[in-house]
């Protein structure tokens, strides 16, 4: 099923809003798979079957270890390319959603709402390559991620934890409409006491993308027998 914003129907005879509507009562374990325009190319933010968790994984763990994004993300030990695999299972069977960020076909990190519950979520994302950080490719992809939560996953708050060193983070979070929430919920996301959190202003997150909200295109993926 597509729900392509840019027609606005599919095929003429379903409205975005009833195929969006559709997209959202689907059975949990529907793979959504957004797609929009980049600078740069074409990006594609999906949820990956296991066999493509399968295909990712040593990379993913190469990214993971880079020495920067390990201190950013909190890692504390190396992780092998099982353990990438384990830890996109254990956050599915926790009601996650992780998704894969590919450019053209590339695969360039990875991003996931975890903790969810109810309408609340909390949003996570890496670009793996230090090559391919600070080009763009972050905001893009998290926006591509929110719009799915807005209008398919129906979450009201999204929640984002950050150290305080990390600028790029805050500042793409900014750029998406987060805020810093000083509230208890939003504290209880955090690992350390001074980590910063913040979370989304979707008002804010609409009048920023107004061109991408047009662009996106929002599809569920047939399900895979693995
Ligand atoms: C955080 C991260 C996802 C941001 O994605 P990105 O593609 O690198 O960032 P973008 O290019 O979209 O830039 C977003 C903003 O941050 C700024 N920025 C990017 N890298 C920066 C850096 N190293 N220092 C300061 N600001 C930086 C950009 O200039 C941009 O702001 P601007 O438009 O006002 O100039 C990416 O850097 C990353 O994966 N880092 C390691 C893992 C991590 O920290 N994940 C976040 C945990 S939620």
Redesign the pocket.
């Known amino acids: 099923m597509i729900c392509d914003v840019r027609l606005g129907d599919l095929g003429g005879q379903l409205t975005r809003q009833r195929c969006e509507d559709l997209l959202r009562n689907m059975p949990t374990e529907t793979l959504l798979s957004i797609e929009a325009p980049f600078a740069r190319g074409k990006l594609r933010v999906f949820e990956p079957t296991q066999a493509e968790v399968l295909a990712a994984a040593p990379l993913l763990a190469t990214f993971y270890n880079d020495s ?2 390990s201190a ?2 909190t890692n504390t030990h190396q992780l092998n390319a099982a353990e990438v695999v384990e830890s996109f299972q254990s956050l599915r069977a926790g009601g996650g959603r992780p998704f894969l960020l590919e450019q053209d076909g590339v695969l360039m ?1 990875d991003a996931d709402f975890r903790n969810v519950a109810g309408s609340e979520a909390e ?6 390559s230090r090559a ?11 926006a591509m991620m929110h719009i799915a939560a807005l209008r398919v996953l129906g979450y009201e708050s999204v929640y ?3 150290i305080p060193v ?10 998406l409409g987060y805020q810093l929430d000083q509230s208890l919920r939003a504290a209880s996301f955090k690992d350390e006491e001074d980590d910063i959190t913040m979370s989304i202003d979707w008002a804010q997150f609409k009048l920023a993308h107004t061109e991408l909200l047009t662009q996106v295109v929002i599809t569920a993926r047939p399900s895979s027998p693995d």
């Open positions: 920067h994004n950013m993300l990190g949003f996570a994302i890496l670009i793996g391919q950080q600070s080009r763009g490719l972050g905001t893009r992809y998290a984002s934890t950050i990390n600028i790029a983070s805050r500042r793409m979070l900014e750029k």
